[in-house]
């Protein structure tokens, strides 16, 4: 399926979670197995680009991406969790969201490790900063990060000093 098809699978939610919020809702993209099928192809095919020991997602829609590709490419997944959500040691970082503020941990086990993160959507890179600063604070190494779906107009790729790569625009 092509990036054309897969967009237009993605609907789009005015007013969510918050009055003035654009929500991009990956439910139906996902719903759809070749879209869903395609995404991770295309994941695959971007991360073939770039040499890393694991993928780090990030909770809880990072995870759909971030496991099926781990998956597909045979890497370990590293679970990037919202608070309380970890057993054991974690470390933990909180940050603003366009809509809030957030808090995100990660258990302490990625030493010295190059790191692939995956998340759904990369909008003011708050959430995406945020798992980098964990990922580093662990002893690991952010390489680069891929999304299904950028917000350019946020600007979040500024906000990340490692390689972004996305399928789709807005």
């Given at each position: ?16 979670p ?17 879209a ?19 993928i780090?997602s ?16 045979d890497?370990g ?20 969201l ?10 302490v ?15 003011t ?11 580093e ?5 952010a390489?680069?990060?891929?999304s299904?779906?950028?917000l350019?107009?946020?600007k ?15």
């Open positions: 399926m092509n990036i054309e098809k897969i967009e237009n699978l993605i609907n789009k939610i005015p007013d969510y918050k009055p003035g919020i654009l929500f991009y809702d990956i439910s139906t993209l996902i719903f759809n197995k070749d869903f099928s395609s995404c991770i192809n295309y994941l695959a095919e971007i991360a073939s680009n770039y040499e890393f020991d694991h780090a990030i909770d809880a829609r990072g995870f759909i991406f971030g496991s099926a590709l781990a998956y597909k490419l890497k997944l590293i679970m990037i969790r919202k608070k309380g959500k970890l057993p054991g040691k974690v470390i933990s970082h909180t940050y603003e366009e809509y809030g503020s957030d808090t995100l941990e990660i258990n086990d990625a030493k010295e490790k190059k790191i692939a993160l995956v998340d759904d959507l990369l909008a890179g708050g959430t995406a900063s945020a798992a980098i600063n964990l990922i604070k662990s002893g690991g190494f390489c680069c990060f891929f299904i779906i950028q350019d107009f946020l979040g790729f500024k906000k990340i000093n490692i390689p972004t790569e996305t399928l789709i625009h807005y």
